[in-house]
């Protein structure tokens, strides 16, 4: 399997758990060719990512959660953390593993929630 074919099938299987979970909505930013601007008050980035951080947003009761979802562990949770942590935002960091296994790391602005392996619905 491709790497795009492996980011859709994980995206879908993340927002299927994001909905079956209390979400009300769940949007992700398509990744292309094409880079957006983000400006931030010294210098503008291009990236492919909401304010180069995460690959979508997801609504949970009326708090707005950036999300990143990837399906080879963990990698990149500590800069993620560190940038959500930055502007003071939640986060939602999903490890999709093959099979029905995801792992979620909740971060609000005070502290981290690991959740523990959750099956998902085929």
């Known amino acids: 399997m491709n790497n795009r074919a492996k980011m859709r099938r994980s995206n ?3 927002i299927e758990f994001l909905l079956q ?3 009300d909505a769940v949007y992700l930013i398509p990744h292309t060719r094409y880079d957006s601007f983000t400006y931030l008050k010294n210098t503008k980035i291009r990236s492919k990512d909401i304010l180069g951080i995460a690959d979508g947003i997801a609504i949970r009761n009326g708090i707005v959660y950036l999300i990143q979802v990837k399906s080879n562990s963990f990698d990149g949770f500590n ?3 560190s940038r ?3 502007f003071n935002l939640y986060g939602l960091f999903l490890n999709v593993k093959d099979g029905n296994m995801i792992r979620v790391r909740e971060v ?3 502290k981290v929630f690991e959740w523990k392996d959750i099956d998902v619905v085929k």
């Open 12 to 14: 879908q299987k993340a």
């Open 21 to 23: 979970n209390g979400f």
């Open 79 to 81: 800069k993620f953390l």
């Open 84 to 86: 959500i942590r930055g």
């Open 108 to 110: 609000n602005p005070i």
